[in-house]
């Protein structure tokens, strides 16, 4: 054993290429002869496309071609990936609008030049002759027609257990919230770029600029361009960040395949941050109308969750993937003996959306956390009361939540809520942050603290795969089809291998996201490369040690079981005795015309879930509306953390994003659909000054009994609850439960707020 | 477009000439031009700071400088920051106290603390956290880049 290297805070392999500038992100890639695509973007939210006059931008010097639907009228539509739900298929989007637009941002024509100005120049000159339609812009507003015989509305997710109409027939009250989350998304830093190359030689396609999930979108490439899958491969470098909407398969990533294999050139696509921001996935956006039935203790008996989903214009590679998920996950940890969700799909003329870090779970938990809120309001108890009173129990793990989602039965593996809660409420000193709050408030200050708690999902399967090779000198090679997104994977995955072969976790290299390394992959989405890929990369890790010494054994005259690897060495057990190199080792076996190879598959058809709370202190400003966060926790059980320094770099990072989506960050749209959030001027996201700081407390108290490391997933719990948080502290400080209904609370909203409760 | 025009950009101490267009963005001319990947462009309208070099001792958003302004003069970007194998501190104290994650803010953050701290080295803590607000990162919540760069302007004050 490497002793102790699970759950040791070690420096990342990462940080020294990303330090030193030898990162290769996608617009660092560049091939000779290299031609650039721009796209021509619509300006109309909703119109008929009557014509498009291309000759300015074909006149140009530098421009090699222009493309409108004519030109690509043989490629499908952009498959669904998750949530195959019957009914979406009409609504999936082209790569090049047909005949219609139907958002701001929708790509109408592409322009391929020979150099980045000139592409922009050209794309400029393209005349489009549109016939303007009324824009649906309101998911909450009455369906509309999609196309004929379409309506805006697709379908409605539906899932329920219990009685719920016996609940409300038997409550002692009846609660009732209408509630909204704005739209936002996970606005990386690095914007989308594809570079797309064809081999003639070899009859093979290359795209670089992958992320997330390069094999699913390697076979859907090669089925749209009808391909062989084995004729195109997907290469992932570095990736300035995910969080859900990078790396699923744009129209922008099939355009350049096809560009490339027309025009036997590389064609290289880096979107500029406008395009971005109303062209790559949004999010979040949904307006929930939601019942709870509660007994006099306030104990709920029932809840009845409608809502309406903002899908922009376009169904896009999630299918329903956030919706379900919010239907799913707004039950939490609490005990709901009787549930119903009913969650709208609306087509809307907005940019299209997918899920963004923790979909459906910060509005499920925002909704959720308010109506825990409403009940300690209409009972007359603490916040914290209301909570405990309703929690699952320690005994009841694994608990059958009685729904599905993402294909799976949901059972809460392992748990101890209020173990968490109890923890979280001594870290904070909730007692005496809350009579100092009452002081500061009693001198005038809007003070207050809020709480919420939370279940996260983690680790989706159905299976990973992971191939270890080492080689003579004792390296080792970790091949995995699991991708990295900024996050560590490779550090993550070194230290489980590293630890279960006892050696260096340096000497290893993490091999992601390349679709010619291994026949397959799932990529790296719903916090499920840790999980995952850790139990496959700790199975293949066995196979291999016991090569190892099994081979050591016969060169050192003993046998396997008596010896063990530590250090990089292997020797015996007894700790006395002959030892050797695992190094040496390697080479023998090697030297004997043997690879010293393992792969291993986890399969899992469960996830685990993780669970956390959020406890934050804030001050409104009376006269500006600012809310300032002055202290902020998060209590998190992730069963077991491999790395705890990149645990809570994770929750860190997603505490700030989830201040953003409470804050400040939303996509606004006008009357007429025209996008008002279009630059970083706008799309506001928080800056040093507006984050928080923060106190992580990583708690292993639960660990899965889902795979042999007990690990759970780290990726969004650092953004679900704050949201719902927040709310609960603004509601505290300006003493008016209930009061915060919508995210984010911009400033004008905190004022519009505060000279109704002036009024009232 | 128009004509391009003969500079010379000094990218760390490497006299570079090149021909750019009068439009052609510094940023730009750095990568494309010279090659220099390390800086990277994030959002090219000055809000984000992923770009930010420094130029004549000043850090400066490449993305809202023409090439043509910077002719002749003496740029640094963040493949110039380690001696070799060794790291700047402000590198160094990226790594120690976890200040990135996809690393794609990375180099302007470094580029622009170490600007700053060159130029004033006594700057306060809270005077950082305002340099430091003119950047974006969307992975860290910051809280580790200011661990990493209080650590590291203490070591730059320390070795004066």
Request: hydrophobic share 50%; net charge neutral; proline share 10%.
């Given at each position: 054993m490497a002793a102790g290297l699970i759950g040791k805070s070690v420096p990342r392999l990462e940080d020294r290429l990303l330090l030193t500038g030898q990162g290769r992100f996608a617009s660092d890639i560049s091939f000779p002869d290299q031609l650039t695509m721009r796209v021509v973007r619509s300006p109309s939210p909703n119109a008929i496309i009557r014509s498009i006059d291309m000759s300015a931008a074909k006149d140009?010097?530098?421009?090699?071609a222009v493309w409108t639907f004519e030109d690509v009228k043989a490629l499908p539509p952009i498959d669904v990936r998750l949530t195959k739900i019957e009914g979406l298929g009409p609504y999936r989007q082209h790569v090049l609008a047909r005949d219609r637009v139907r958002y701001v941002g929708e790509p109408v024509a592409v322009v391929f030049a020979s150099d980045a100005y000139v592409a922009e120049d050209a794309a400029d000159l393209v005349s489009l002759k549109l016939d303007p339609l009324p824009p649906i812009v309101n998911a909450t507003d009455p369906p509309g027609e999609f196309d004929p015989g379409l309506q805006t509305e697709p379908l409605a997710i539906r899932k329920e257990y219990g009685d719920v109409d016996a609940a409300f027939r038997a409550a002692a009250h009846t609660l009732v919230l209408e509630l909204a989350v704005g739209r936002h998304s996970g606005v990386p830093l690095e914007t989308r770029g594809a570079i797309a190359r064809y081999n003639a030689a070899r009859d093979m396609l290359e795209m670089h600029g992958a992320a997330k999930v390069p094999h699913w979108n390697r076979d859907q490439i090669a089925r749209m361009l009808g391909r062989e899958r084995k004729s195109v491969n997907l290469y992932e470098g570095h990736v300035g960040g995910g969080f859900g909407v990078r790396g699923e398969l744009y129209p922008e990533d099939v355009l350049v395949c096809e560009a490339a294999l027309r025009f036997k050139r590389p064609v290289k696509w880096i979107e500029d941050r406008r395009e971005n921001l109303i062209a790559c996935n949004h999010s979040r956006q949904q307006t929930h109308r939601v019942r709870a039935a509660i007994d006099r203790d306030g104990r709920i008996l029932g809840i009845d969750n409608e809502f309406f989903h903002d899908q922009g214009a376009y169904v896009r590679t999630h299918g329903a993937t956030v919706p379900d998920l919010a239907c799913a996950m707004l039950p939490g940890p609490y005990r709901v003996p009787a549930y119903r969700a009913v969650g709208h799909i609306r087509l809307t003329n907005k940019t299209p959306g997918g899920t963004y870090r923790a979909p459906g779970r910060y509005e499920s938990t925002f909704v959720r956390e308010r109506l825990l809120d409403a009940i300690a309001a209409k009972i007359g108890i603490s916040p914290v009361e209301a909570r405990e009173r309703n929690l699952l129990a320690k005994a009841d793990m694994p608990y059958d939540l009685r729904l599905d989602t993402l294909g799976t039965k949901m059972i809460y593996d392992s748990g101890d809520y209020a173990g968490l809660l109890g923890k979280a409420l001594s870290a904070t000193g909730w007692n005496e942050i809350r009579a100092a709050v009452k002081l500061r408030r009693s001198q005038g200050e809007l003070l207050g603290v809020g709480l919420a708690m939370f279940v996260e999902k983690s680790g989706l399967g159905p299976f990973d795969d992971v191939e270890l090779e080492m080689h003579a000198s004792g390296a080792v090679e970790l091949i995995t089809g699991a991708a990295s997104v900024g996050q560590g994977v490779e550090t993550a995955m070194a230290q489980v291998c590293a630890e279960t072969l006892g050696i260096d976790y340096t000497s290893i290299r993490v091999i992601h996201g390349q679709t010619d390394r291994i026949e397959r992959g799932l990529g790296a989405f719903a916090s499920r490369v840790t999980v995952m890929t850790g139990e496959a990369t700790r199975r293949a890790s066995l196979i291999l040690r016991d090569q190892l010494l099994g081979a050591a054994a016969s060169l050192m005259q003993t046998t396997p079981e008596q010896l063990l690897i530590a250090d990089g060495v292997v020797q015996h057990a007894s700790g006395t005795g002959p030892h050797m190199a695992v190094a040496d080792v390697a080479a023998a076996m090697v030297g004997n015309g043997k690879r010293v190879f393992a792969e291993a598959t986890f399969e899992s058809g469960h996830m685990v879930y993780p669970y956390g709370v959020h406890v934050a202190q804030i001050q409104v400003d009376q006269l500006t509306g600012h809310v300032k966060i002055e202290r902020y926790l998060v209590a998190y059980d992730i069963g077991r953390a491999v790395n705890p320094m990149l645990v809570e770099g994770q929750i860190a990072g997603g505490v700030a994003q989830g201040v953003g989506g409470a804050l400040l960050e939303e996509f606004l749209y006008d009357e007429s659909g025209e996008p008002l959030s279009v630059t970083f001027a706008d799309y506001l996201m928080p800056t040093v000054r507006e984050t928080p700081p923060m106190d992580v407390m990583i708690v292993e108290d639960a660990p899965s009994p889902l795979n042999s490391l007990g690990l759970k997933g780290a990726g969004e719990a650092g953004v679900n609850a704050v949201g719902a948080a927040i709310a609960a502290a603004i509601d505290d400080a300006i003493g008016r439960p209930g009061a915060i209904r919508q995210l984010p609370v911009t400033p004008q909203r905190m004022k519009s707020i505060l000279r109704a409760a002036i009024r009232d | 477009m128009s004509e391009k025009m003969s500079i010379t950009l000094n990218i760390n101490g490497l006299n570079r000439p090149i021909k750019v267009e009068s439009r052609r963005t510094l940023a730009d001319a750095i990568r494309e031009d010279c090659g220099q990947t390390g800086t990277h462009i994030g959002c090219e309208h000055g809000v984000c700071g992923a770009c930010t070099v420094i130029v004549n001792g000043e850090p400066v958003r490449s993305c809202l400088m023409y090439a043509v302004q910077a002719d002749g003069k003496k740029i640094r970007t963040v493949?110039?920051?380690?001696?070799g194998d060794e790291l700047h501190p402000m590198q160094r104290a990226f790594m120690e106290h976890h200040g990135l994650q996809c690393g794609f803010c990375t180099p302007g953050f470094l580029m622009l603390a170490v600007g700053v701290l060159e130029r004033e080295p006594d700057m306060s803590n809270d005077e950082l956290l305002d340099v430091l607000a003119s950047n974006l990162c969307r992975c860290t919540g910051y809280q580790n880049i200011i661990k990493a760069v209080w650590a590291a302007a203490a070591e730059m004050r320390g070795s004066k």
């Open positions: 140009l010097p530098g421009v090699f | 493949e110039g920051l380690a001696r």
